[in-house]
């Protein structure tokens, strides 16, 4: 990546780390209960109203979701929502990306929407003077990031938060290629029916990540309701890969859970150098 060489190229680098720093974007005719800190102390605590089953396709799907609840408006009428096309980020001094995620025992629970394996307190990661705690991981098929155009087969999702209750999240892209050791544990423990959990080995969640670990941050979303807009994302430029016969065991317990993208609008991409 070369660095942006213009006056415009560096203003802009500028701004968005102004952004990711915490600055609001967000748009002026939002109203309060649609606002990332409002959505996300109410993720955080609860909410308040009765729980609307959601899904990815037919009439609970991405197109419906606004109109299932009033919980779920800014799905649909948010500036900030992901996933995104990861593309056409600015070259920008991101500092280090540190994860420090400690092996665990599997533990796995089928939601109907995807498997979710809970993470015990002490592993994080931090990134621009900002350390996330880790409480969960998860999967989608296909990938709901696509990176230059590209969409991948999976997508894992590790889900961390702040004390304010807003999220840093870790997307991991997986490719089709050579199996993966540690992701072959993770779908043999995936409890075929909805609302069932099981246990599984001590797994060390590191080796989910690439080897090389270039990414791109911007702010987003939750993607999958209420999609609070309290999200720093932080996508990795490098691909996992796993089998094709791991890709299909998971794919024949969730054929398809990942949210279409969603536009960029004003917002800023920022690629570490």
């Known amino acids: 990546m ?18 990711l720093a915490g ?18 102390a109410e993720v955080a605590a609860g909410s308040p109203s009765a729980h609307v089953e959601w899904g990815y396709t037919g009439p609970t799907g ?46 796995a629970t089928n939601n109907g929407h995807t498997v979710q394996y809970d993470v015990p307190a002490g592993s994080s990661f931090s990134v621009g ?6 409480v969960q991981f998860h999967l989608h098929h296909p990938s ?20 304010d209750g807003s999220f840093g999240v870790v997307g991991v ?3 089709r290629g050579a199996g993966n050791a540690t992701l072959q544990k993770l779908i043999a423990a995936i409890p075929a029916e909805r609302g069932a959990t ?17 990414f791109v941050r911007y702010e987003g979303s939750l993607t999958t309701p209420p999609c609070a807009e309290a999200v720093d994302w932080v996508v990795l430029r490098t691909s996992i890969t796993a089998s094709t016969a791991q890709i299909d065991k998971f794919a024949s ?17 920022l690629t570490s150098r």
């Open 62 to 107: 991405p197109d419906h979701w606004s109109a299932l609840s009033q919980d779920y408006a800014i799905c649909n009428t948010g500036q900030q929502e992901s996933p995104i096309d990861v593309k056409g980020a600015i070259p920008a001094d991101l500092g280090p990306l540190s994860i420090a995620w400690k092996p665990l025992a599997i533990h």
């Open 198 to 214: 099981a246990t599984g080995p001590v797994i060390a969640p590191r080796a989910l990540l690439p080897a090389t670990r270039g």
């Open 2 to 19: 070369h660095q942006p060489r213009t006056r415009e190229g560096r203003l802009l680098a500028a701004l968005a780390l102004a952004a």
């Open 173 to 175: 892209l997986v490719a």
């Open 23 to 40: 600055l609001s974007v967000q748009g002026a005719a939002q109203t309060n209960s649609e606002r990332p800190m409002t959505k996300a």
């Open 253 to 269: 317990i969730f054929p398809f859970n990942a949210r279409p993208i969603q536009p960029l609008d004003r917002r800023f991409l």
């Open 129 to 134: 003077g900002k350390s996330y705690a880790l």
């Open 144 to 163: 709901e990031h696509l990176l230059n155009g590209r969409r991948f087969p999976l997508e894992i999702h590790f889900v961390h938060k702040l004390a």
